[in-house]
């Protein structure tokens, strides 16, 4: 389905808005970059904000939502928006489909974010999410549907309820405002925030539980091996091998979701 077809449905959901109810105690975020700080941002090359983009996906959304699960704001949107199941229940393939949707819409605001003009009105769009400005809904579907992502305002409309999709759109435009702003202010800094590697005490940890769960491996017990590679992973993230043998006895213990 394209983005046209879906413009009735967009008119049917967005009368939804007007039963929706927000919590008067959430903080109201905005952010107010200068000129110069656009100007760095969009000076800043295509490579080097290919990588910022990707890690910052994962330090801010995928870490806590899909490996650390603790009880966070993070989490709980997760929750909400049906990435995750809530409690200790497994990733399903419905949770995998809302997944994608997410990383359409980050995939649409780095896309988008090419131009000064364009970045601007992001960073104006997720200000006005956060005071609750009429019409932001619409002006946050203009803006994606602008940035080439293919069929992206009817992968929002799969969120369900409008306030499912408006929840989502405030959190992410919200990040990525913050997230041009870090990175126009002090690339080298935040760069490197990015990039850095978990303690070394944390790394050790790591091993530590790679190691039993190949001894587990070893022993047929896929199960507890599923178990420590897991921890192993949380301990640290960047240790690539740890996933493929956590697949490997997903496969052994036939779980394919």
């Not at 049906?82 to 409690?87: C, Q, T």
């Not at 929840?167 to 870090?182: D, G, P, R």
Request: glycine residues 6%; contains cysteine; hydrophobic residues 35%.
């Amino acid at each position: 389905m394209s983005d046209s077809d879906s413009d009735c449905d967009w008119e049917d959901i967005k009368d939804q808005m007007n039963v929706v109810n927000f919590d008067p105690n959430d903080k109201i975020i905005t952010i107010c970059p200068s000129g110069k700080l656009f100007e760095r941002w969009t000076a800043i090359s295509v490579e080097t904000r290919r990588e910022a983009g990707q890690l910052m996906k994962i330090c801010v959304f995928w870490l806590p939502i899909l490996l650390q699960r603790h009880e966070t704001g993070t989490n709980r949107w997760a929750i909400q928006l049906g990435l995750i199941p809530n409690g200790s229940g497994k990733i399903n393939l419905k949770h995998l489909h809302r997944i994608e949707i997410v990383e359409a819409i980050l995939r649409a605001l780095e896309k988008g974010t090419v131009n000064k003009h364009q970045t601007k009105h992001l960073v104006a769009i997720g200000n006005m999410f956060n005071l609750r400005s009429p019409g932001v809904l619409d002006d946050a579907l203009h803006w994606l549907s602008g940035t080439g992502e293919p069929a992206i305002r009817y992968r929002i409309l799969e969120l369900g309820h409008a306030h499912i999709f408006y929840t989502a759109l405030q959190h992410i435009f919200t990040e990525f405002s913050k997230f041009i702003q870090e990175m126009g202010t002090d690339l080298e800094r935040t760069m490197k925030a990015l990039r850095a590697r978990p303690a070394e005490h944390l790394v050790e940890k790591s091993e530590e539980m790679k190691e039993r769960g190949n001894e587990s491996f070893k022993r047929n017990q896929y199960e507890d091996a599923v178990k420590c590679y897991s921890k192993a992973i949380i301990y640290c993230p960047d240790n690539h091998i740890i996933y493929g043998n956590r697949a490997l006895c997903y496969i052994r213990c036939e779980e394919y979701l």
